[in-house]
């Protein structure tokens, strides 16, 4: 089995509503993700999976959520 991931960090912000404490306002965090992916065999070059697609795809995703409310 072949394994790789990537590791990509937003930020974004939120706010816990009915929450009685500092947390109820407005506040931001800085959040990670990291994707896994596993792949049983290797294409004819050698690689499970292109990183740049890989990247570029994850990137897509948290676009939507960068520096967004969530």
């Keep these: 089995m072949f394994e790789l991931d990537v590791v990509r960090e937003f930020s974004a912000a939120h706010a816990l509503r009915g929450y009685n404490g ?7 965090h800085n959040w990670m993700v990291q994707v896994f992916i596993q792949s049983p065999e290797l294409d004819s070059i050698g690689i499970a999976v292109d990183f740049k697609v890989l ?8 676009e939507q959520f960068d520096h967004k409310y969530l």
């Design 22 to 28: 500092d947390c109820s306002a407005l506040h931001g």
């Design 55 to 62: 990247k570029k795809e994850l990137n897509r995703i948290l």
